[in-house]
């Protein structure tokens, strides 16, 4: 069946450090969203990306969408307090979008 | 503009009644998703409605689970039985259009609790 991994599972850095997230699709995906949720909330959306290749950026954050469009990777540089949370990337598989399958996630702790 | 709204947050129930969570989407959102997020995991998709339609619940187990979207009112997901292992948050998301496209926005979500 259809798996989005992501790794790593948990991630400590020191605060001012840099972090980095990857996901990897079994299919491929139409298009590639990031979420990101603090402990005890819920996701929030953070970006997407559509097409092969795509790289944005969003302050201290980029996001890089593979060329074949089965892999995904956000980069935090200079990770602060608030980036704390557990980071999801999502989509649905090509040509189908009524499922929308989330990875694994990547649960970033910042030590200040 | 309100976002999405869930109710109740907390549901706590024991073994074997049915526990019913609410989703009223945002304004302008026709379609709703939900999702069960066990401790420590990810989120799993479990149904993809739109008003009045059942468009792909393929994620949502056989049996005591059901979810409808009426043309007034929220969206329901409604758990009959309820056992120790539905005890989870249950995540709703609704997008203008259909999620290929569209960023999902989520509610609060309900934690549900079987005792």
């Known amino acids: 069946g259809q798996q989005v991994m992501q790794i790593p599972q948990y991630q400590h850095v020191q605060e001012g450090e840099d972090f980095t997230t990857y996901c990897n699709s079994s299919?491929?995906?139409?298009?590639i969203q990031w979420y990101k949720q603090r402990p005890g909330g819920h996701p929030v959306f953070l970006i997407q990306l559509v097409k092969s290749g795509e790289v944005k950026k969003q302050k201290r954050l980029t996001f890089q969408f593979g060329e074949a469009k089965k892999n995904s990777s956000l980069h935090i540089t200079a990770t602060q307090t608030t980036d704390v949370g557990t980071y999801f990337c999502?989509?649905?598989?090509?040509?189908?979008?009524?499922?929308?399958?989330f990875g694994t996630g990547t649960s970033l702790t910042v030590i200040p | 503009n309100a976002g999405v709204m869930q109710n109740p947050r907390h549901l706590v129930r024991r073994r074997g009644q049915e526990a019913r969570l609410r989703c009223s989407p945002m304004k302008g959102h026709s379609h709703v998703y939900w999702y069960r997020q066990l401790p420590e995991e990810g989120l799993k998709f479990m149904v993809y409605l739109q008003k009045e339609n059942i468009i792909d619940e393929s994620g949502m187990p056989k049996e005591r689970f059901s979810a409808e979207f009426p043309k007034e009112g929220p969206s329901i997901l409604r758990i009959q039985q309820v056992v120790r292992g539905d005890s989870a948050a249950y995540f709703c998301?609704?997008?203008?259009?259909?999620?290929?496209?569209?960023?999902?926005?989520f509610g609060p979500g309900t934690r549900l609790t079987v005792l």
């Open positions: 299919t491929t995906l139409s298009n």
């Open positions: 998301a609704s997008s203008p259009r259909r999620l290929s496209y569209n960023e999902q926005f």
């Open positions: 999502a989509g649905p598989v090509y040509d189908t979008g009524n499922q929308f399958y």
